[in-house]
C-alpha cells in the first residue's frame, strides 16, 4: 500500500491536521494484507511538521513497525521532522531510496 502525503496537501503542520488526516485514511487500513508493507511517499510535501508527523506517521509506526517504509527524500523539512519523531522512543523509521 502506498500513501502519497501531498493527498492531504503540501502544507503538513498543525496537530489537528495530522490527527484529522490519520482518522480519514484510518478506514482503509482494513484493506491491508498481513504482510503488506505501507510505504509513504513525500513527494509534493513542501514543509512537514513533527506536530503532524507524530499525529499520522507514529500510530503507523506503533501498530505496523518494520512493514511501514518511508521512501527516501531530499526535503530538509521531512529529515529534521523524522529525527525529530525517533528521539524519544527507540522506534526508528525504515526509511529506504
Known sequence: MIIELKKFGTTLV???????????FNPVLKY??????????????????PAWGDEFLTPLLNKYGSRLILMKTDNLSVKATLEI????TDKKFNIIN
Open 85 to 88: 519523531l525517533e528521539q524519544p
Open 32 to 49: 491491508l494484507k498481513e504482510n503488506e508493507s505501507i510505504e509513504v511517499n513525500f513527494d509534493g510535501v513542501i514543509a512537514f511538521s
Open 14 to 24: 498543525s496537530r489537528q491536521a495530522g490527527r484529522e488526516a490519520f482518522l480519514a
